[in-house]
Nanobody, 123 residues
Framework: QVQLVESGGGLVQPGDSLRLSCAAS?????MGWFRQAPGTERAFVAA????????YYADSVKGRFTISRDSAKNTVYLQMNSLKPEDTAVYYC???????????????????WGQGTQVTVSS
């Protein structure tokens, strides 16, 4: 069992950058980021394995976003560059047990979720 707390969201202009953080109460999990825009379903953004050796990205953010983790701090980050208005959403951090055998892009694979942090990209 793990508690997750996201931070770092805010209001930015198109082209700006933000770094989101997810502080976990413990380690030993694969980690993912999802987002939900108004009127839409929760969507996969990025994921990283417990070891940090593999990362995965939605096509919509590939090349702009980078997921990373600091195991010593039990923290995962999402560096978001070249932000677009369509990136506006509540961003959620999620943790999956190491036995995950499905797709990192499916929300159902994750066991724990943070409360979310709002990212708004607007001119």
């Amino acid at each position: 069992q793990v508690q997750l707390v996201e931070s770092g969201g805010g209001l930015v202009q198109p082209g700006d950058s933000l770094r989101l953080s997810c502080a976990a109460s413990g380690g030993g999990y694969h980690m993912g980021w999802f987002r939900q825009a108004p009127g839409t379903e929760r969507a996969f953004v990025a994921a990283i394995t417990w070891s940090g050796g593999r990362s995965y990205y939605a096509d919509s953010v590939k090349g702009r976003f980078t997921i990373s983790r600091d195991s010593a701090k039990n923290t995962v980050y999402l560096q978001m560059n070249s932000l677009k208005p369509e990136d506006t959403a509540v961003y959620y951090c999620a943790a999956a047990m190491l036995a995950l055998s499905g797709s990192f892009s499916r929300a159902r694979e994750y066991d724990y979720w943070g409360q979310g942090t709002q990212v708004t990209v607007s001119s």
